[in-house]
Every structure is written in structure tokens, then in C-alpha cells.
């Protein structure tokens, strides 16, 4: 199995711009997560998915961020518009129901200038 | 509400040493404890996990782990620490039950003096 895949790994835009990462969990789970992590707030959940189903949303920041799980392989998370304090690497992981483990992806490192 | 602390920051230690990262929980039932490893630039690597059994769990890289529910704690553990080891270490607590969300500790940063 490849793991979790997440494209692009870095990500540099200019403030204002539309961001979108993506993220393919491990064939078979149907749990899917995704995480900001950053220096001074480190590891947070934003928000996650059972089934293609948004679960807990409450870490999302703000209007800004949305995230959609069209379906079982696939999740996009997306910044419009970007703002400089959006910089941070942002992790997808995945699990299966019946493992209860987490596993994450490489991450994508964002910076907004 | 669950929550996890790892009281810990930083610790620095010398190559061959012996090693121990706290990690104190909180949660209202039987928790599944996990550990986390992130070498820089990379994602989080699952070194161990307890669920039920045995308190005592071995993880992968030679690291071990010690559930103890009188204390709340799930202490990590290595008995001769290698240069590779310098990272960043997580402690996380999640539930069976609910719809998987797990807690992670703030981390503890693991330097390996030559």
C-alpha cells in the first residue's frame, strides 16, 4: 500500500490567492482527517470525515477553510482567500474502522507571503 | 473531554543512554493510548499503541511503552538511545467508541548529544 497520498508537498501563493490541497487515504479506510500544524499551536484537528460524511468540523478556523470528501479516495482542503497566518504544514491521515490507528500523510508545507 | 500532557518540551540526551518521555492522559473510560514519531520534515510515524492487555507494549525502532491506569500516564521508553532518534515525539489518546477523533500532546523535542 502507498499510504496516504497528499499533493503538492509544498505550496508557495501570495496573500489573496485560492489553495487547495488534496489528499488520498489508504484504500479501505473511512475515516479521514485533517490536521494544521504550526510552531505555536502546534498539532490541531480541523476537521474529519466517516464515510465521504463531514463528522466534526469544529476546528476549522474560519469561512475560509472548507474541505470535501467527494468520495471514498479522495479529500480536498481549501483556502479562499489565503492569509499570511495560514502558513503551516497541514497532514491528512486516514484509519479503518476496526484499527482505530491514525496514519499520515507526508504533509504539505504551505506559505502565504 | 479528552486531553493529553506531555510535560516535557525538550529533552536532550547522550548517544547509548537510556530514555523516558512522559505522557499524562485524560479521559473518562478505558483510553487507546497512542505514540507518535515525526522526523523533521516528515509525518507522523506510528511507533506504539495500547488498547487492552498486556500494560506493556513493545513499538517498532525498540521503543516500549508502560500503561499505568492508577497514574493516568503512558511513559515512552527506550533503553539505549541512537543519534537516529532525534525528533519529535507525540503522545495521543483516543476513544473506541466515538467516531475516532484522537488528542494529541503538545510534543516533546528529542535531542541526541554525539
Known amino acids: 500500500d502507498a499510504g496516504v497520498i497528499q499533493s503538492p508537498r509544498h505550496e508557495v501563493t501570495e496573500m489573496g490567492q485560492e489553495v487547495t490541497l488534496r489528499c488520498k487515504p489508504i484504500?479501505?479506510?473511512?475515516?479521514l482527517f485533517w490536521y494544521r500544524q504550526t510552531m505555536m499551536r502546534g498539532l490541531e484537528l480541523l476537521i474529519y470525515?466517516?464515510?465521504?460524511?463531514?463528522?466534526?468540523d469544529s476546528g476549522m478556523p474560519e469561512d475560509r477553510f472548507s474541505a470535501k470528501m467527494p468520495n471514498a479516495s479522495f479529500s480536498t482542503l481549501k483556502i479562499q482567500p489565503s492569509e499570511p497566518r495560514d502558513s503551516a504544514v497541514y497532514f491528512c491521515?486516514?484509519?479503518?474502522?476496526?484499527?482505530?490507528?491514525?496514519?499520515f500523510g507526508p504533509g504539505t508545507r504551505l506559505t502565504v507571503l | 473531554a479528552q486531553s493529553v500532557t506531555q510535560p516535557d518540551i525538550h529533552i536532550t540526551v547522550s548517544e547509548g543512554a537510556s530514555l523516558e518521555l512522559r505522557c499524562n492522559y485524560s479521559?473518562?473510560?478505558?483510553?487507546?493510548l497512542f505514540w507518535y514519531v515525526q522526523s523533521p520534515g516528515q509525518g507522523l510515524q506510528l511507533l506504539l499503541k495500547?488498547?487492552?492487555?498486556?500494560?506493556l507494549v513493545q513499538g517498532i525502532k525498540g521503543f516500549e511503552a508502560e500503561f499505568k491506569r492508577s497514574q493516568s500516564s503512558f511513559n515512552l521508553r527506550k533503553p539505549s538511545v541512537h543519534w537516529s532518534d532525534a525528533a519529535e515525539y507525540f503522545c495521543?489518546?483516543?476513544?473506541?467508541?466515538?467516531?475516532?477523533?484522537?488528542?494529541f500532546g503538545d510534543g516533546t523535542t528529542l535531542t541526541v548529544k554525539p
Open positions: 491521515a486516514s484509519r479503518g474502522t476496526l484499527t482505530d490507528t491514525q496514519y
Open positions: 484504500s479501505g479506510h473511512d475515516y
Open positions: 470525515f466517516n464515510n465521504n460524511v463531514p463528522i466534526d
Open positions: 479521559y473518562g473510560a478505558t483510553p487507546y
Open positions: 495500547y488498547f487492552s492487555g498486556d500494560t
Open positions: 495521543a489518546v483516543g476513544a473506541s467508541t466515538n467516531a475516532g477523533k484522537s488528542t
